[in-house]
Structure formats: C-alpha cells, structure tokens
C-alpha cells in the first residue's frame, strides 16, 4: 500500500525558535499533500491543503506566517512552524494523496511537537 | 458539506466481527464515503471506501445502504489490534481542493 513517511516523529525544542517537518511519499507521487494538527483527545483539524509547485491553501484561522507550507515536488512537503510557542504544541500529521480526486489520502505516523 | 453521525464508543468480543455504524443523511450523489481508523498516537490508516456498491478488502467490508444515508464498516473477525478511532469521512470538494474532515469518530475497544 502507499507508504508516507514524516520525520521527525517526536521533537522537543525551546520557544522562539522554528521546526521543520517533512512529510514524503515513498511509493506514489503526491499531487496534493494536507497538513493536519491534533490536540490531545480532540479529532484532527485540517491546518492547509498544497498541490506541487503551487501555494498552499490554509483553513481558515490557520495563520500562514506562522505555519509556512513547501510542496516544491511530488514527493515531499514540509511544515515549518516558526517561532514556535508552548500553544504550537500538537501531534502534526501529513497526509498524500494522488492525481485522481476519489483516490485516498494516505497518513504519516505523525510528528509530536513540544515547545518549552 | 454532508456530515457524519457516529455513536461515541463501542465494544466488542475478540473473534467477533464488529460492525460500526454511521449515518450520513445530507451525503450528495457524487461524494464518496471513506472510513479511516488511527490508533492511539499514529497517524489515520485508510481502510476502505465507497460510493453506491458495497466494497470489500482484505482488511474490512462496507455496505452503503441504498439510499445512501447510512453505511457499516464490517471487521469480520476483530483483533486486539483493531483497538483503534474509526473515522466515517464524507469527502468534501471545495474549489477543487478535496479535503477530508474528521468528526470525532467511533472509539472501538476489542475485548480479550
């Protein structure tokens, strides 16, 4: 099945600085990846939605400053939070999915984001 | 946008099948219905979906009723591991950006 891999899984960093998530597609080319963010015992709440080589597309109240989106080729996506805060603390996840519009999203195993 | 309706939390005997209910009464014609699990702290895992047929795979079955409001996930033999959120998604098309949004899902525990 479709493999999406994102690194790191779990990062630890102090506040004010910025962190790097990537999120990429190891067996399929992902023409669209999404980014979500879940907070503890809550559902996943889509953050942005990137089709390669275009800008990305944030959900409302998603500030996209704060959560700069890359999707420069079809098989990687990266995330960088910046000038992290303790209320960035959250598990972000990845998702890609390819060309045709009925085909499933396939989920990275996320990445556990703490600030201090 | 269609929403989904799941019931909170549900149990069922290791061995048994579990069937997971969901209600989907505003479902358009063209949108299909996904069902994705996440255990604990891992990403969503795809399972299965639909549009009208029923459908079946190696890891469960769905059967969408004929109106299609309504449909269950079928995991014919529960493990342990099936331990998990499953997620009834009626996939959205805004401005051509497809997007899935979770709801909160149904908490099924396998019971040894």
């Known amino acids: 099945g479709a493999v999406v891999s994102q690194h790191p899984s779990w990062v630890i960093c102090k506040s004010g600085t910025s962190v790097k998530i990537e999120c990429r597609s190891l067996d399929f080319q992902a023409t669209t990846m999404f980014w979500y963010r879940q907070f503890p015992k809550q559902s996943l709440m889509l953050m942005a939605t990137s089709n390669e080589g275009s800008k990305a597309t944030y959900e409302q109240g998603v500030e996209k400053d704060k959560f700069l989106i890359n999707h420069a080729s079809l098989t990687l996506s990266t995330l960088t939070v910046t000038s992290a805060h303790p209320e960035d603390s959250s598990f972000y996840i990845c998702s890609g999915r390819g060309l045709r519009s009925n085909q499933p999203q396939h989920f990275g195993d996320g990445t556990r984001l703490s600030i201090l | ?81 099936d331990t998990a959120v499953y997620y009834c998604i009626v996939r959205v098309s805004n401005f051509g950006n497809e997007k899935l949004t979770f709801g909160t899902g149904t908490r099924l525990t396998i019971i040894p």
């Open chain 2, 1 to 81: 946008d269609a929403k989904t309706t799941q019931p909170p939390s549900m149990d069922c005997a290791e061995g048994r099948a579990a069937n997971l209910p969901c209600n989907h009464s505003t479902i358009s014609g063209n949108e299909y219905v996904y069902w994705y699990r996440q255990i604990h702290s891992q990403g969503p895992q795809y399972i299965i979906h639909g549009l009208k047929n029923n459908e079946t795979n190696e890891m469960a079955s769905l059967i969408i009723t004929e109106d299609r409001k309504s449909s269950t996930l079928i995991l014919p033999h529960a493990t342990l591991r």
